[in-house]
C-alpha cells in the first residue's frame, strides 16, 4: 500500500519538475457557487410571490387539525387541573374527613391527559397513569395525618 502511494506521487512529483504547465489544475468551478444558488432561488421565489416563511394563512384547517388541537388543549387543562387538585389538602375539606387518615392519598391523582414527546419529525403521546404531587412529601412530614386513621 506505501509502495503504491509512494509511486503516485513520485509520479506527480516528476511531472511537476518537467512540465508544470500540466500539474495546473483548471480554477473553474466544476458547479455553481452558492451565491448564485441562492440568487436562483430567491428570483425563482419572489417571480411566484411566495411567502418568506409559512405560517397559518397557507394552511386549509380540517378537523383532524381542529381535533388535534383540541386534544392538546384538553390534556393541558387536565394535566393543569390535577396538579391544582393535589395541592389541595384533605384537612382543609370538611366533606372528606377520612382521607386525613392516609398519608399522601389525595396526593395521588389518576391523570390520564398523557404527555406529548417529539421525537425527531415524529409525536408520540405518553399516557402517564399516576401523578404524585410534591405536597406529598410535606404530608408525610405533617402531624395533622395523625388526627384520623382509618385503622382505628
Not at 16 to 39: D, W, Y
Not at 59 to 67: E, I, T, V
Request: charged share 15%; proline share 8%; aromatic share 10%.
Amino acid at each position: 500500500m506505501a509502495a503504491l502511494l509512494l509511486r503516485h506521487v513520485g509520479r506527480h512529483c516528476l511531472r511537476a519538475h518537467f512540465s508544470p504547465q500540466l500539474c495546473i489544475r483548471n480554477a473553474v468551478p466544476l458547479g455553481t457557487t452558492a451565491k448564485q444558488e441562492m440568487e436562483r432561488f430567491w428570483n425563482k421565489n419572489t417571480g411566484l410571490n411566495r411567502p418568506v416563511s409559512p405560517h397559518v394563512t397557507i394552511y386549509s384547517w380540517s378537523l383532524p387539525m381542529a381535533m388535534a388541537i383540541c386534544h392538546r388543549d384538553t390534556g393541558t387543562a387536565l394535566r393543569a387541573g390535577a396538579s391544582l387538585f393535589g395541592m389541595k389538602r384533605p384537612e382543609d375539606s370538611p366533606a372528606i374527613p377520612v382521607w386525613s387518615g392516609c398519608p399522601g392519598s389525595y396526593c395521588v391523582v389518576l391523570c390520564r391527559a398523557g404527555s406529548h414527546m417529539k421525537n425527531g419529525g415524529s409525536q408520540h403521546h405518553i399516557p402517564t397513569h399516576y401523578y404524585i404531587h410534591p405536597s406529598f412529601c410535606l404530608s408525610l412530614l405533617s402531624p395533622a395525618w395523625e388526627k384520623f386513621s382509618l385503622f382505628v
